[in-house]
């Protein structure tokens, strides 16, 4: 039976750190694109606030 080499154990830990990168990029982007997702929802909440706001305003310098 061979013991592994250096080099071998190295391929692997590289092997294994690659992944374990790819990992964190596939979370800080699925954490990016619910920040995005919140951002549009927000943007959108305060469109309707700033029009509900203004329909208020007008309709109370119109008493």
């Known amino acids: ?8 154990s190295t391929s692997i830990a590289r092997w294994v750190y690659r992944a374990w ?5 596939d979370t ?3 954490s990016l694109h619910a920040i995005a997702v919140q951002r549009e929802n927000d943007f959108h909440a305060e469109r309707i606030l700033h029009h509900a706001i203004s329909t208020t305003r007008s309709k109370l310098q119109s008493l």
């Open 28 to 30: 800080y982007t699925r």
């Open 21 to 25: 990168l790819r990992s964190r990029i």
């Open 1 to 8: 039976m061979k013991t592994p080499t250096k080099p071998h």
